[in-house]
């Protein structure tokens, strides 16, 4: 009996379902497809057998068939055929192959890993005697960094953080927004990390007093990988954050964003225009670079010059030309603007305004036609534009360049094979709130989180962006003028038709997509 599929979609809007592949390699192939009740309850393998070639080749032995003699082998692609021999051969005996996804199959071979923990006292792996800058050397540490990389690929995971403590280090990852708790380590084997970490980063491997930043570029699983690395001096030694950046991601189309209908019209409406400046706000890791990245890339045609500067770059589109900025040299985001009014553009995009040197001259860039796109870290839509007041631009400069204000978030989106309807939950929201979302008299059935082994446990499988977006139009220009705040700007753009935030994660809760609860979360400080 096999697990039923349904396919899911991506934040990009592409089907993304691990069990359907599965199901379609198993058809392929003539081989069965392992359900949920197929896997053993406790995994045996020999002593001698290497957990990392288990990851790599994506093969586990399940046990051996009392009838056949032979193997019973789960793997997600039965035409590697020179693995199954090598398996085979290390096994000694043939294989019978059956086919499961992705993330059963390294939920499993993970369990393994996590059951046989690093000791202190294994002579293989650094101890407290051996020098952490000795030890980030060694071919143990540098497997264990190698694995921890491949895990958070393999999990989708943005950062990964090495937090030190007296007696172990923790090592967490963030998958969806959220962050999970993947292994703890020997405190000598953390410092072991950090300093390998250092190392690959061009970071003083000496220096643990002070914070540093670098960069890492290396190969995981097969593909290219930008990863930004933070150090941190922590009380009970050093510490470091890990940033995998997008790098050669897919970029989604405009139209695979997640906006509605009339919200992308009016996004393409000011993207239209020659001059002018597009706003998209939100706090930290909610997708906004990747809105401007796919805005930018729809822009991106022969005729046009498109100059951007960002900290750091994380989408690399062939027809841009693109600046990463350098402090230490003075490559600022203002010195990188100054020098770009220089350069003859048509759009300039600017990965953050961070001061009121860059937002004067953003301003200014826009007054004298050129289309600006840049970014900000406020709550709404309406909040950037009373924070580039607070910034020193004059409301009168506003109202003659602002185009567009896009306000953003990322809720999580229901896993499609263990969510399950809630039919006692409701939705407490004002009538011209869920008007707005799209709901009726009659709300269709609404589903709640639940867990496998596809989405980890936590119910949750992948994010979407859910948006509110403020064109300036008349109305709006002269509240701007006469003094507005953020409340009194919000206020007016919904007069004028915009839908906020709490509506459009409400229509993904009606349309099945995530949960009343995910959503309140997301939006709870607007």
Known sequence: MTETATPQLSAAGVIDDPLAEARRVAARAGLSLMAEGDWPDQILLPPDLSLRFLRTAMMLPLGVDPVTGAERVAMTNPDDHIQRAALSRALGRPIAPVIASIPALVARIDGLVDRAPVLPTDPSLPSEADGADDSALDAPTVALLDRILSRAVEARATDIHFE?????????????????????????????????????????????????????????????????????????????????????????????????????????????????????????????????????????????????????????????????????????????????????????????????????????????????????????????????????????????????????????????????????????FPPAILARAGGGAEVPPLWQAGGCNQCGGTGYFGRAAIFEVLTLGETLRKALLDGAGTAALHQAALAQGMVPLLADGLRQVLDGRTSIAEVVRVVQDD
């Open 164 to 428: 030190p403590g007296a007696q172990q280090m923790a090592v967490r990852q963030r998958v969806d927004g959220m962050l999970r708790l993947v292994m703890t380590v020997p405190a000598a084997t953390g410092r072991a990390l950090v300093a390998r970490l250092k190392i690959l980063a061009g970071l003083n491997i000496a220096e643990r007093r002070l914070a540093q930043d670098g960069q890492i570029r290396t190969v995981i699983a097969g593909q290219k990988t930008d990863i930004r690395c933070a150090t941190l001096p922590m009380i009970e030694g050093e510490g470091a954050t890990l940033r995998l950046l997008a790098g050669q991601a897919q970029l989604p189309m405009l139209n695979q964003l997640g906006l509605t209908a009339d919200a992308e019209q009016a996004f393409r409406q000011a993207l239209d225009h020659s001059n002018g400046l597009i706003l998209v706000t939100g706090p930290t890791g909610c997708g906004k670079t990747t809105t401007l990245a796919s805005a930018t890339a729809a822009l991106n045609v022969p005729t046009r010059k498109i100059i951007s500067i960002e900290d750091p770059v994380e989408y690399q589109i062939p027809g841009i030309s693109q600046v990463q900025v350098n402090a230490p040299i003075g490559l600022t985001f203002a010195a990188g603007l100054r020098a770009f009014m220089r350069a003859d553009p048509d759009v300039l995009l600017v990965g953050e305004v961070r001061d009121r040197e860059t937002a004067a001259i953003t301003v200014q860039a826009a007054l004298t036609g050129h289309l600006v796109l840049t970014t900000l870290h406020t709550n709404s839509a309406a909040g950037a534009v009373v924070r580039l007041t607070e910034m020193g631009i004059e409301r009168y400069l506003l109202a003659a360049t602002l185009r567009l204000s896009i306000g953003q978030r990322l809720v999580r989106q229901l896993c499609r094979h263990c969510r399950r309807p809630d039919p006692t939950v409701s939705l407490p």
